[in-house]
């Protein structure tokens, strides 16, 4: 399945929850609690480029496929991990004691967050 497109946020469940058992302050929490930003993957093979727009606020990730790469955390860390590709359609990975899945359905595309307890779900439509 091919990830390729533009989405944009439609709805989130428990995002205030996560970005708070994340370790970001109240302030920036608030700030980023409401945005419905749009975000851009381009898949070749198996590389992917995805740019997170935020009220243009602009944030590049880029990664393939089973290899180790440097992404970057709620907090702005930067840490170490490797992107896995799960059943042709779920983008999983794990660092910081966090996980990602990124699963697309159509064009659907759903992102769940796992940090301890706290499960946050953002659903995004392709446009």
């Known amino acids: 399945m091919n990830f390729s497109g533009k989405y944009q946020l439609q709805s989130q469940e428990n995002f205030e ?41 602009i944030q590049v990730m880029e990664f393939t496929v089973g290899e180790e ?10 840490v170490k991990t490797v992107v896995n590709l799960e059943g042709g359609n779920k983008l999983v990975t794990s660092f910081k004691g966090m996980k990602s899945v990124t699963e697309l359905n159509g064009d659907t595309l ?15 439509k392709r446009i």
Do not use: Y
């Not at 790469?69 to 930067?78: A, V």
């Not at 301890?116 to 659903?123: E, N, P």
């Open 69 to 78: 790469c440097e992404l970057t955390t709620p907090t702005g860390e930067k």
């Open 17 to 57: 929850a996560f970005l708070k058992a994340a370790g970001l302050p109240d302030d920036v929490i608030q700030q980023r609690k409401d945005r419905r930003g749009m975000s851009e993957i381009v898949q070749n093979g198996n590389h992917f480029k995805i740019t997170f727009n935020n009220d243009n606020q």
């Open 110 to 124: 759903t992102s769940t967050f796992t940090l301890g307890d706290v499960v946050c779900k953002r659903i995004s």
